[in-house]
Structures are given as C-alpha cells and as structure tokens.
C-alpha cells in the first residue's frame, strides 16, 4: 500500500515536464529517481510566494534561478514566459482543491534530469522542470511581535564559489537548521572561516548598526535574497528622512551581531523577522526595533500591491 502522510494535504498540484501534465493527487507528486537531482543533488530551485494577488518579485527569483543553472552549466530549456504560464496553470488548479486558500508557496526545480545513476552530468537525457504549490503557511503573528532567537552555527559555511547559488545541493543547509531545532533556537546563523557573518539555513541575516548603519554580508559570502534586495531598496527613503544613516554591504563579525541595535531574519518565507536574542543575549533591550518594524510594514505594503 502506498504511504501517505498529512502534511500531502498541503499540496495543492504539481507540473513535470517529464509526465508532461499538472496533477493534484500528492501520490502522483513525484520524480523519477534516476533524475540526478535525486541521487547527485544535480539541479537549481527556487521558492517563491504567491501573495493571492501576484507571484512576489517572480522575475528576480527567474532571475538568480537563470544565474544557478548557469552556474552549474544546466541549459534552462524554458523562457521565463513559459514558467510562468506552467506556474500560473498549478495555482489555477491547486486552487480549485483549496478554493479558501488565498496565499501559496510556489518551488520551482530545473534538474540535469533522468538518465542512469552515474555522477556524469552528460548521462542525462536533458534538463527537466518541476513545479509544486503548496499551502502557504505563514509566521505566527506571536514570532513577528515578540521576535526570535538566533545562535551561532557551528556548521562549516559553503565555499564562496558556491554560497550565492541556489542549487539542491543543500545539506549544509540542512545541517544548520537541525543544529537550530536540536538546540531549541529559532534559527542560526553561520561565519565564515574569517570570522564574517554569512548567512541561516535558507534566510538572510542583516543588521543595523549603532552607528544606525543597516548592513548586510559582502555578496560571496551568501545568497542574494530577494527578500533582502528588496527590503534594502524600500528602506533607501529611510536614509533620505534621516531614519537611517547609511545601507550598505560589510563585513559582519560577532561583536557587531552583538553590539547591533537591531538584528533581522529576511527570506520569502518569512518576510522581516526581528531577532531579539543572539546566543542566549538580548539585542538592545531585547524587543523588536524600530527599524526592523518599519521595514517589516513597508515589505508587506510591498506585497500587497496589486502589480
Ligand atoms: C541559503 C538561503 N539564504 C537566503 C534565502 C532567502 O532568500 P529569499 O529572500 O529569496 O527567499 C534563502 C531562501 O531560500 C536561502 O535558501
């Protein structure tokens, strides 16, 4: 009998270009396992929100998707008009077995695709695209309010030439959220081998100084969230009106964790998050900070936005 689990009632449909079709059962919700994305981690994804109006910031998550295929030389057979289309057909479909839902989390995977179980790339048949809607569920309003904890990772970071690309080689991502639930954190954060700040398991990390600079890590060092970009673009007025003194890229060492006014998670999941604890320490006076809830509002006006 095949196995079944509760969290599949989440998922609204899901399009292979391998069967060629979307289905809504989460049975048929699957890939073949001579795919190299399955056995070699050999494909690029990305996770995107679907706000009930629009899909948020679709086009730059295309667009870091097109700079990870490049990145592992994985033709992207698809334009971005296409996706779109195959995106917009799951949540028509998944919709009408969740006509209350009005949010969806949206994944899309380009992988080498099938061929035998070797680690050669050119064994493959060609690329294929998978998407899957899922329910959307959203922070609870407590962790927005009240804030979260973050810790210090011991897990050793991805190596520049691979921390801002989006492939599904993620075990060390995996490996810093299981270190976050094993150790009762909400999440945490890695450094790198120099000490700097990079990033959580898949958020970034950013901070506003007391010098009231907001400061987020140099590119190499994580992935380009579009979540951060975004918040950073909305937070330029902030600068103008003299509520923030500067945005920029820095090195991010501990102490400047430490020290910070304001310390924030940022990622499609989660939108802005304060973080009020950093390894068993309260930020400032250990309550969300003025800047982190502005930004917080101005990222969901942001998203409500019709186009
Ligand atoms: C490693 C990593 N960093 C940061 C992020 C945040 O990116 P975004 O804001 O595009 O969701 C993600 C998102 O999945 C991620 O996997």
Redesign the pocket.
């Given at each position: 009998m095949t196995k079944t689990h509760l969290g599949q009632s989440n998922y609204w449909a899901m399009y292979s270009s391998w069967f060629g079709r979307v289905v809504t059962d989460p049975n048929w919700m699957l890939v073949p396992i001579d795919d190299h994305l399955v056995h070699r981690g050999d494909g690029v994804f990305e996770?995107l929100k679907w706000t009930g109006e629009r899909v948020y910031l679709f086009d730059q998550h295309l667009s870091r998707l097109r700079q990870s295929a490049a990145r592992i030389a994985l033709p992207l057979d698809w334009t971005d008009e296409e996706i779109k289309e195959l995106v917009e057909r799951c949540i028509v479909e998944g919709r009408l077995q969740h006509p209350s839902e009005i949010e969806a989390m949206i994944r899309i995977f380009v992988s080498r695709g099938p061929g035998n179980f070797s680690a050669n790339p050119y064994d493959s048949v060609g690329p294929q695209l998978y998407i899957v809607v899922t329910r959307f569920q959203p922070v609870s309003s407590e962790k927005r309010k009240v804030g979260v904890s973050l810790g210090r990772s011991g897990v050793m970071g991805k190596p520049q030439d691979w921390a801002p690309y989006?492939t599904c080689n993620y075990l060390p991502?995996v490996m810093v959220k299981k270190e976050a639930v094993d150790r009762g954190v909400d999440f945490m954060v890695g450094f790198d081998s120099l000490g700097f700040m990079t990033?959580s398991s898949?958020?970034?990390v950013v901070i506003v100084s007391q010098r009231n600079e907001l400061l987020k890590p140099k590119k190499g060092l994580?992935?380009q969230?579009?979540?951060?970009n975004r918040v950073f673009e909305l937070a330029r007025p902030l600068v103008e009106k003299g509520i923030l003194d500067r945005i920029q890229e820095e090195d991010i060492t501990q102490e400047m964790v430490m020290g910070a006014k304001e310390v924030m998670i940022?990622?499609?999941t989660w939108d802005v998050l304060p973080v009020t604890i950093f390894d068993g320490k309260k930020i400032g006076k250990g309550v969300p900070g003025l800047i982190t809830c502005k930004l917080q509002e101005l990222l969901l006006a942001d998203q409500s936005k019709k186009s």
């Open positions: 996770a989006k991502n990033e898949t958020e970034n994580i992935l969230g579009t979540t951060m940022l990622g499609t």
